[in-house]
């Protein structure tokens, strides 16, 4: 009997919500329109547990207001209820793909040389993006970002200067995060640009600004950090100015690079992202490859580029897989959401933001996201909650 092995490498947001539909429904469908072909999905993740980054600028202020354990979640336990014949949860780094072979090499992750070469029919690529910093993604073992977390909320008490690089909504939620727990601290926020926030309007950055200045924060524009040394327990930066500063904390938020080296060079942008033929397919630059989330050429860095995309993408390889056999069933289109849409905290009492292009008031952001920065949603993220229904 024929197995059409189906990959999907990442498990993060992006990642978790492709292989739960996949698994729902896409594959069942598949097996009934192509009989006898069967159907097996692995799930390739670094690492062990799926990590809340979202959620990343509360946690590294303070131990006590939300558990880290709430923000790190095992990711076998949101597939235990698949069967063997149809999943494989491998983890393990991607660190080769070969084309002409259809092989992903996969290196573990947790120290050990062993590596192991998987085959596949169809891969979807959802390895999301990383940051320099330890505190917003996970290099290796989710360990490294937990102690990364706990030692700065060690650290955050006794600091008397902190300085934050990044203007983004990263930055911005961190200074607002520490200024409310440590309002006697001297804090600095480097925009890198202009103005706070450059993907929203320039009223909102403007907004986000004097909600930061009211908590005591020091917000300094068109000022980037060149490069930093580490002395004992503080940092010197070097900024593009020419001067330097010594500090006692050193945050960098200033952004992110895709996933994307152990892929074919063919397969990417000039900047590293997986080509996407277009945005309402998502279909990738090959056949049988189909990319998704931050690492993907269409995507604009938005929670909606990945919530919005699962659904589409999924029936576009129920589409090309069952051929023929798909019974009439058409793709269904991705619909990119370009109008303004993001949620900045600047604080625990609110922020600022805008919903499909209306400015919303404080209050709101606080309601959506700066109250607990959506932690609640993390076991339904792990167990495919969005995506019950097809």
């Not at 990383?130 to 977390?149: F, M, Q, V």
Request: charged share 15%; proline share 5%; net charge positive.
């Amino acid at each position: 009997m024929a197995v059409h092995n189906i990959v999907v490498i990442g498990a993060s947001y992006a990642g978790l919500g492709t292989a739960h539909y996949l698994l729902r429904h896409t594959i069942p469908a598949l097996e009934k329109a192509n009989t006898p072909t069967k159907y097996k999905l692995t799930l390739i993740s670094a690492v062990t547990h799926f990590y809340h980054k979202v959620a990343a600028p509360r946690l590294l202020a303070s131990a006590d207001l939300i558990p880290l354990s709430k923000a790190f979640l095992p990711i076998k336990d949101g597939f235990k209820d698949y069967d063997q014949e149809h999943f494989e949860l491998v983890i393990g780094t991607a660190t080769t793909l070969d084309e002409a072979r259809k092989t992903i090499t996969v290196e573990d992750t947790y120290g050990s040389a062993s590596s192991r070469t998987l085959t596949y029919d169809t891969v979807v690529v959802a390895t999301g993006s990383s940051s320099e910093s330890r505190l917003w993604s996970i290099p290796g073992s989710h360990e490294t970002t937990i102690t990364a977390l706990k030692e700065m909320q060690s650290a955050l008490p006794k600091a008397k200067t902190v300085l934050i690089a990044g203007g983004g909504p990263a930055g911005t939620e961190t200074a607002g995060e520490i200024a409310s727990l440590f309002p006697q601290t001297d804090i600095t926020l480097l925009s890198g640009a202009d103005r706070l926030l450059t993907r929203l309007r320039p009223a909102l950055g403007a907004a986000a600004e004097s909600q930061a200045s009211a908590l005591g924060v020091k917000v300094v524009h068109n000022l980037k950090v060149t490069s930093t040394t580490k002395t004992g327990s503080q940092t010197t930066v070097s900024l593009s100015n020419g001067t330097s500063r010594t500090v006692d904390i050193y945050i960098d938020a200033t952004g992110i690079r895709p996933n994307s080296a152990f892929l074919p060079r063919t397969w990417l942008t000039e900047k590293g992202y997986v080509i996407t033929k277009d945005t309402t397919s998502l279909r990738g630059p090959a056949d049988g490859v189909y990319a998704i989330g931050d690492v993907a050429g269409y995507s604009l860095g938005g929670a909606l580029d990945i919530i919005d995309a699962v659904r589409p993408l999924c029936s576009t390889m129920f589409a090309d897989l069952a051929g023929p056999n798909a019974g009439g069933v058409k793709p269904q289109p991705f619909k990119q959401t370009v109008t303004e849409t993001q949620l900045v905290p600047v604080g625990p009492k609110g922020g600022v933001g805008s919903v499909f292009g209306w400015r919303v008031p404080s209050f709101v952001v606080w309601m959506l996201k700066s109250r607990n920065y959506m932690i609640g949603m993390v076991p339904g993220t792990v167990v495919g909650d969005n995506f019950v229904k097809a």
